[in-house]
């Protein structure tokens, strides 16, 4: 499988109109190959001669529940399962979540949501593992390259090592780039624990982070304060 | 219990101070009444009046005036009986009484009844002076004593008024004791009853009848409380699934309508009515998703999983989340956090906080189109941890603010509706409260007061 969109999909409903909507759009965003299954008799069988890549789940079908079926369908293989239900109780959510399901989404939703989070799971398990990798190691700000795996910071000027905490800050920012992290989150991913007490060593670490990545430490380019609430990598760094 | 104590105690107190009052009350009257009779000039002075009076006048005796009157005021006959025992002088004698004595007969009635006559004796130069009063006119009786007894008088007197009074604790505090154990079980029935536990109270005993319409209560308030909780159950069911079955519909719609908006093939007025009809539809989805809420909160459906976690932290993570999820101008966000915030002192329900903090949010957003500056604060009151959310917009309107007191408020109030009713039940399953005001410099503030 060369891109996500090979891949087949099975769509279970008891809504034989949901059934046609949901492969309508996946076609469109797509997916050509999208089966659909109207309960858990026809799910088992077309699982078993079509060996699908992703499974879309309703928790109600007619002869069965979702969440048996889908740890019916686990056992035979781990490709991935979301949940696509109009219950929209929490313990409906954990409880798919919690028997392994890869995603829960409610009804109604958007079809662009849909795709969005199918697109990110199938990516996540199917992409080839070295493209993945190059991906998720380096950080480019500007001219300034930051190496995770080795921890280096690589600049004109030379290289600058990244300490533990430094490492886990700059990760947490980046997975998140563009996006507000809060302290509280960052204290967690770096020390396991509250904000509360690590104030001023979050700001400490933040400086010198800074030191290490801008070009002009007091005038932050990247590495935003966003004042009351977090940090941000702005947005237009590059992976 | 502690007010069956206190019951009990004034009770026993009441009836100690009664007996007391009873005693006192006893004294003063008695001693009152021996005063009273005491002003009478007692018998015996009567007598030796009467006795000087009675003269010798050469073998002739004379009763003077006012030894005369003496003697008709209180007897009805005399005589004076001479040394050798016979009577020498009388006066009204009666036919029954004899006219000669011997010592034996002068000591035997000196001191009780002469033939039934009530008599009193005093010496005279001449004999014996006898005089007489009406039969059954008089009691006469003889106290004869001790020394020793007679000077412990006044402290027998005074032990038989403490032993009166302890008597009279003692007999409270055995009535008290013996009313508490009787009233002990219907006590235990009667706060029994709001906290809704069944009551099965024995109904014999004095009590008998109390604890029997008691327990009749019980019963039928279980009962009233089993078919209101099943009326709520039925309703919020009834409401969960109609949301679930709305939902399959609208996904419809909102699916088709989405793509419909995202067609280049339609012409761009029909794409904008497309987008109408998706944004109609999420609008549709959240009133579904708070009714559905607010129901399950109005009926205590709804689990709760209390937690300890920083209102600082809290309230960071939401406006983080708008921002993060594109809030842009013409609104903006900003948070004010005090630094004994971000440690763990708030035990709620986060995701209900958070739910109600982002339907405020939502509140300020929804209703000043032309934008508005959002503002979440943390401070630690007096009560406790208050989290305020305000914004520079228009405010809420008058009818709003008169109802936001009101308990049983309607369930929707008007275009600010069910948002801020699910506000306040979260609130107030946090054993909180959620007041609404609009401030002097324009816009309004929701806080949110968990009292600690």
Redesign the interface.
């Given at each position: 499988m060369n891109t996500i969109f090979e891949s087949t999909l099975l769509v279970v409903d008891d809504?034989p109109?949901?059934l046609i909507?949901?492969k309508?759009?996946l076609n469109?965003a797509g997916f050509f190959q999208v089966l659909t299954a109207g309960n858990c008799q026809q799910a088992r069988e077309i699982f078993d001669t079509e060996q699908p890549q992703g499974v879309i789940l309703d928790v109600m079908l007619p002869d069965g529940d979702g969440f048996s079926l889908m740890q019916e369908l686990r056992g035979k293989s781990n490709v991935p399962m979301l949940f696509l239900s109009?219950?929209?109780?929490?313990?409906n959510r954990l409880l798919g979540l919690g028997l392994g399901a890869d995603d829960y989404i409610?009804?109604?939703?958007?079809?662009?949501e849909l795709v969005l989070r199918l697109s990110g799971i199938l990516r996540r398990v199917y992409q080839p593992v070295g493209i993945q990798r190059s991906h998720d190691e380096c950080l480019a700000l500007g001219d300034v390259k930051v190496d995770f795996k080795s921890g280096v910071v690589l600049t004109k000027d030379g290289e600058k090592t990244l300490t533990a905490k430094e490492h886990a800050l700059l990760k947490k920012l980046w997975e998140?780039h563009g996006?507000?992290?809060?302290?509280?989150?960052l204290c967690r991913s770096a020390w396991d624990d509250?904000?509360?007490g690590y104030?001023n060593t979050l700001m400490v670490h933040i400086r010198r982070l800074r030191e290490k990545i801008e070009s002009d430490p007091s005038q932050p380019r990247y590495l935003l304060t966003?004042?009351?609430?977090?940090y941000k990598l702005a947005r237009e760094t590059k992976r | 219990m502690k007010s069956l104590r206190k019951i009990i105690t004034h009770s026993i107190l009441l009836t100690a101070i009664i007996a007391l009052l009873l005693v006192v009350i006893n004294v003063i009257f008695t001693t009152g009444w021996i005063l009273r009779n005491s002003g009478e000039q007692p018998p015996k002075y009567a007598i030796s009046d009467i006795s000087e009076g009675l003269v010798n006048n050469n073998g002739v005796y004379n009763l003077n005036a006012s030894a005369s009157s003496l003697f008709e005021e209180q007897f009805s006959w005399l005589m004076l009986i001479g040394k050798d025992g016979h009577v020498v002088w009388s006066q009204n004698l009666p036919g029954d009484i004899p006219l000669v004595y011997s010592l034996a007969d002068i000591s035997s009635f000196s001191r009780w009844y002469l033939n039934d006559y009530p008599v009193s004796v005093w010496e005279h130069p001449d004999g014996l002076l006898v005089l007489g009063a009406p039969k059954n006119s008089l009691w006469k009786y003889n106290i004869t004593s001790t020394e020793n007894t007679i000077s412990h008088v006044p402290g027998f007197i005074a032990g038989f008024l403490i032993l009166n009074l302890i008597s009279a604790l003692a007999l409270a505090l055995f009535l008290g004791l013996w009313l508490y154990q009787k009233l002990k079980p219907l006590y235990n029935g009667i706060t029994a009853l709001p906290k809704k536990e069944p009551v099965a109270l024995s109904t014999n005993g004095i009590t008998g009848e109390i604890a029997r319409i008691l327990n009749e209560t019980s019963v039928i308030l279980s009962q009233q409380e089993r078919r209101l909780a099943d009326r709520d159950q039925t309703r919020t069911e009834w409401i969960a699934g109609v949301s679930h079955d709305i939902r399959t519909p609208l996904s419809m719609v909102m699916g088709y309508a989405s793509e419909l908006e995202n067609n280049p093939n339609l012409p761009a007025s029909e794409q904008d009515q497309a987008r109408i009809i998706r944004q109609q539809s999420q609008r549709i989805k959240s009133l579904i998703s708070d009714l559905n809420l607010a129901s399950k909160l109005e009926y205590d459906m709804q689990p709760t999983r209390l937690t300890k976690v920083s209102p600082g932290g809290l309230i960071r993570s939401v406006a983080v989340d708008f921002i993060n999820n594109g809030l842009d101008a013409p609104y903006s966000l900003s948070i004010d956090v005090t630094e004994d915030s971000n440690s763990r002192s708030l035990l709620c329900d986060e995701q209900l906080i958070r739910r109600a903090l982002t339907n405020l949010i939502d509140n300020s957003i929804l209703h000043n189109e032309q934008g508005c500056a959002i503002n979440l604060s943390v401070e630690n009151s007096l009560d406790g941890w208050v989290i305020k959310v305000s914004d520079n917009g228009k405010g809420y309107p008058p009818e709003f603010l008169e109802n936001s007191e009101g308990l049983d408020e309607p369930l929707l109030l008007g275009n600010h509706g069910l948002g801020l009713i699910i506000v306040r039940r979260i609130i107030k399953i946090h054993d909180g409260r959620a007041t609404f005001e609009n401030l002097a410099t324009g816009g309004c503030c929701a806080s949110l007061i968990f009292i600690q």
């Open positions: 809504e109109e949901i909507m949901v309508k759009i469109l109009a219950r929209d109780e929490d313990e409610t009804k109604p939703f958007l079809p662009r998140n996006n507000i992290v809060t302290a509280d989150c509250d904000l509360y104030e966003v004042r009351g609430m977090g | -």
